[in-house]
């Protein structure tokens, strides 16, 4: 039920020196939209807590308004809860676009690979063996840095592990043995995790549960500086790939021909998406299913063939702020935010698989 | 024919060594622990235990180390026997039944099936004993299942292997997720979880035991009257039909005998991962592809292999030990990764 008239010659086109670009209304339409649902949810996000705010008065002390009161309120304790929801949302929808391109498969997420397990390893041996520091210097930086290597270190053994020869007699890591290992390297993390949690104490036990949980609970703003730098400096390298990652789609021939090379490109993206999602889980804990579901759903809005990138972490923005919210309102107790997640995230997945699988028999 | 002897005689020699070995690891069960016991104590121990009028595990107290293998050793061992053929036998009938050489109770998510409805039957009602929340350890298995089965198969028939591990995995994460909020309401649930989630044979007493080893008996019986089914399912759908099989009750009967397997040795000692995997191939290797053969290996096989891990596992870190979950992975996840890179990706 498309409107648009795809006649070629008559697509306008945008051009600022050398990029161009071709316009395309109801994309743009959908993106605005998009963008302003998510900067809504923001501001309810900002609003509902312990002392529920009228909107109004958030967008008042926002535009520099309020009492003194009310711009503590919002200014220093909720709003950076807030910008990291959104930061993780934008990271974890854009690490989901790359690796579902590149691996060209919808479940290929960072969740289903690993990524976030490794990540979720390194933070919870910093929570369980770094002392029990719950405060200090050794929890606002160290667990954070724990996750990113530990998401780092994982993605290259994974790599490393898929690396070879496919039946076609291609070199590299194929998407389906990417995957595969994936899986395999993920069970055995999450046996590391759960070794860690018998050895801890029921307090750290406890608390690493609520981060493994995926909790904006502890959102510090003190993260948010080297999150916003990190998600900004992803989006940059992922944007620029653009081109690749459309070639990409076409096949291995095709995009060679187009004088693209595979493996370093290849490499680059996955790292960028990667470290989004390392850091995310840094920020936050892992948060499941964004990365899986934030861009199928971006593709079926977008309609485009693939899965669109600023459109993606658009929609992981507004999933998680919008868990955010939603975990602190209609629910009768104050649930984690990965959990809101994983509720409506489950059941898209199924009917991901599903719908992967007809499509499988018919072609 | 000579090639049939010869088989004959691989298969007949091969369960001669299992058997062997076998009971090489029980010994070593009861004997390498925190404290290594001499065999003649391990004998007198063992001797005493069984011919005492309490019953193995509950007679009168001797000497330490009599208690020792009496209260922690032996129930321990005849757990890990259990457990082990039980998920060696439903790796290997879920194998058979989807036709799927990377199919596993633990990549199906049929674990953290079991594990999210007892997590949530202990929430609800304060269980504390496995016989109390056995019964949705089942459910859940059985749930899980039929959701990753169902997911995986729709559209045509034969699930592919890719389709099959990634709807178990995506199961699994859902579930995990839900049962990590679950535990999160509540500390002492968590307590509780936390060691049981790890998959362990340690700390559980005989009564854990004889609560599940009706349900594994049951569920072992179900797999070798599946297992001649099994064979004719293993031509394909059609020709198994041909040959007069009921596919739809062969099935049926498969997936009851998985659940109570894979479910039961779950509630006992938690997930365990990589086991119902790795056994029937090595299994295969000496059976050949006949269920009949490949089930009592399997059952074998896993007993074996679950006991060295347990063993392992307590002699790596002494004076602590790693939980046989853990040791599982770790020697199992190398054996999937191998798996997946060297064989060609083909359905069984």
């Known amino acids: ?363 | 024919m000579t090639s049939l002897a010869t088989v004959r005689r691989r298969r007949l020699s091969g369960l001669l060594a299992v058997t062997a070995l076998l009971l090489l690891a029980v010994v070593a069960g009861i004997a390498v622990g925190a404290r290594s016991l001499a065999p003649g104590t391990v004998y007198d121990a063992v001797q005493h235990a069984l011919t005492c009028p309490g019953g193995a595990f509950t007679c009168a107290a001797g000497s330490t180390e009599a208690q020792i293998v009496r209260g922690l050793r032996l129930p321990r061992t005849a757990l890990a026997l259990v457990c082990g053929a039980a998920l060696g036998i439903a790796g290997a009938l879920i194998q058979g039944y989807t036709r799927n050489p990377l199919a596993d109770a633990g990549l199906l998510g049929l674990n953290a099936g079991a594990a999210f409805l007892a997590a949530l039957s202990v929430y609800l009602f304060s269980f504390s004993a496995p016989e109390q929340y056995i019964w949705f350890a089942f459910a859940g298995a059985l749930l899980a299942g039929l959701v990753v089965f169902g997911a995986s198969a729709v559209g045509g028939g034969k699930a592919s292997p890719l389709s099959l591990v990634l709807a178990g995995a995506a199961v699994t994460a859902f579930l995990q997720a839900m049962t990590n909020a679950l535990v999160l309401l509540d500390a002492s649930a968590l307590d509780a979880y936390r060691f049981w989630v790890v998959g362990t044979v340690a700390g559980r007493d005989a009564e854990v035991f004889w609560q599940v080893l009706p349900f594994l008996l049951g569920g072992m019986l179900l797999a070798v009257v599946a297992a001649p089914g099994l064979n004719l399912i293993g031509l394909g759908d059609e020709v198994a039909r041909g040959l007069g099989v009921h596919v739809g009750r062969s099935r049926a009967l498969g997936l009851a005998a998985i659940v109570l397997l894979a479910g039961a040795a779950t509630a006992a000692v938690g997930p365990i991962a990589f086991l119902g995997l790795a056994v029937p191939h090595l299994a295969r290797t000496v059976t050949g592809p006949d269920y009949r053969w490949l089930i009592p290996y399997s059952g074998l096989i896993g007993a074996l292999l679950l006991l060295i891990a347990d063993i392992v596992g307590r002699l790596v870190v002494r004076p602590g030990e790693l939980e046989v979950g853990v040791m599982l992975a770790a020697l199992g996840a190398p054996f999937f990764l191998a798996f997946v890179r060297r064989r060609k990706l083909v359905s069984l």
């Open chain 1, 1 to 363: 039920m498309t409107v648009s008239l795809q006649t070629t010659s008559a697509r306008p086109a945008l051009r600022v020196g050398p990029v161009s670009m071709v316009l395309q209304p109801a994309m743009l339409l959908i993106v605005t939209a998009l963008t302003a649902i998510t900067l809504g949810l923001l501001c309810l996000d900002i609003a509902v807590g312990e002392s529920h705010l009228p909107l109004g008065r958030v967008l008042d002390v926002l535009t520099g308004g309020g009492t003194k009161a009310q711009r503590f309120i919002v200014l220093e304790s909720r709003l950076p809860r807030a910008l990291i929801a959104l930061m993780v949302g934008l990271a974890l929808g854009l690490a989901g676009a790359l690796t579902q391109s590149i691996l060209h498969n919808p479940l290929a997420a960072p969740d289903m690979l690993g990524i976030t397990s490794g990540a979720s390893l390194g933070a919870v041996a910093m929570m369980v063996a770094g002392g029990g520091a719950s405060t200090g210097l050794a929890a606002t930086v160290g667990t954070p840095l724990a996750a990113l290597a530990g998401g780092l270190l994982t993605a290259v053994a994974i790599y490393l592990l898929a690396w070879g020869r496919s039946p076609s007699g291609e070199r590299g890591a194929t998407g389906l043995r990417l995957v595969l290992i994936g899986v395999g390297v993920n069970a055995l993390l999450l046996a590391g995790i759960n070794a860690q949690l018998t050895r801890a104490s029921l307090a750290d036990a406890q608390r690493a549960q609520l981060w493994l949980t995926g909790s904006l609970n502890s959102a510090d703003s003190a993260h948010l500086g080297p999150t916003v730098i990190a998600v900004a400096a992803v989006a940059v390298v992922a944007l620029g790939s653009a081109r690749t990652l459309a070639a990409l789609r076409l096949g291995a021939e095709t995009t060679r021909a187009l004088g693209v090379r595979i493996q370093t490109q290849q490499a680059v993206l996955i790292g960028a998406a990667v470290v989004a999602a390392s850091v995310a889980t840094a920020a936050a804990g892992p948060v499941g299913f964004i990365a899986l579901t934030a861009p199928q759903i971006a593709r079926r809005l977008l309609r485009t063939p693939g899965e669109p990138l600023v459109g993606s972490a658009l929609v992981g923005a507004m999933l998680v702020v919008g868990a955010d919210v939603a975990s602190r309102t209609v629910f009768p107790v104050d649930l984690p935010v990965g959990v809101v997640t994983a509720l409506f995230g489950g059941p898209f997945l199924l009917y991901l698989l599903v719908r992967m699988n007809r499509k499988a028999t018919l072609s």
